[in-house]
């Protein structure tokens, strides 16, 4: 039997998180996927979160931005942001190579601030994206240990029943 393709493995990976995580996670590929044609999408299963990375090559240096997906998220992070200006504060944490924002829904995709932050990381990649060659899926890493991708249930008076580590936006920060 042959191994299952790249976009089979990727929908198996996504496939583990809940029905409503999935589904934010496959909108918000599709629609990034439809912004970047050529890009090649580097897949990676990590411990912690499954992250897709939009970038021209195969080199995770050349990165423009990813989708991490979390059991109770989805966030898009950008590389080098230092070189991206960010007038709404949308971007969350210190990082000089990687920044992030969570995001509430895929339509959180065409807010005007998010397009402009896409746009103009795009434009600033020091490796541009070359149009004339098609996307591909690439899966780089699979971690042979993973946390769970779904989140803990609920007890009864209402707290998680395993710490939750939320992004800074979803507690008030």
């Known amino acids: 039997m042959s191994d299952p393709s790249p976009?089979?493995?990727?929908?198996?990976f996504i496939s583990k998180f809940s029905p409503d995580i999935a589904a934010q996670a496959r909108a918000?590929?599709?629609?990034?996927?439809?912004?970047?044609?050529?890009?090649?999408?580097?897949?990676?299963?990590?411990?912690?979160?499954l992250a897709i990375g939009f970038?021209?090559?195969e080199r995770m240096r050349d990165l423009i931005l990813s989708v991490a997906i979390y059991p109770r998220w989805v966030s898009l992070f950008f590389f080098n942001?230092?070189?991206?200006?960010?007038?709404?504060?949308l971007l969350r944490g210190?990082?000089?190579?990687?920044?992030?924002?969570?995001?509430?829904?895929?339509?959180?995709?065409?807010?005007?601030?998010v397009r402009?932050?896409?746009?103009r990381a795009v434009?600033?990649?020091?490796?541009?994206?070359?149009?004339?060659?098609p996307g591909?899926?690439?899966?780089?890493?699979?971690?042979?240990?993973?946390?769970?991708?779904?989140?803990a249930p609920l007890a009864r008076d209402g707290a998680s029943k395993a710490p939750l580590a939320q992004p800074a936006a979803r507690r008030g920060q």
């Open 94 to 113: 210190t990082g000089t190579m990687v920044r992030h924002l969570v995001l509430a829904s895929p339509a959180d995709l065409d807010r005007p601030a």
């Open 7 to 12: 976009r089979a493995q990727l929908s198996s």
């Open 55 to 57: 970038g021209p090559t």
């Open 123 to 133: 434009a600033s990649a020091e490796v541009p994206l070359d149009a004339a060659q």
């Open 116 to 119: 402009t932050l896409v746009r």
């Open 28 to 49: 918000v590929l599709c629609e990034l996927r439809a912004r970047l044609p050529c890009a090649v999408e580097l897949v990676y299963d990590n411990y912690n979160a």
């Open 81 to 89: 942001p230092q070189d991206l200006p960010d007038p709404e504060g």
């Open 136 to 151: 591909r899926l690439v899966i780089k890493s699979v971690s042979a240990r993973q946390r769970a991708r779904r989140p």
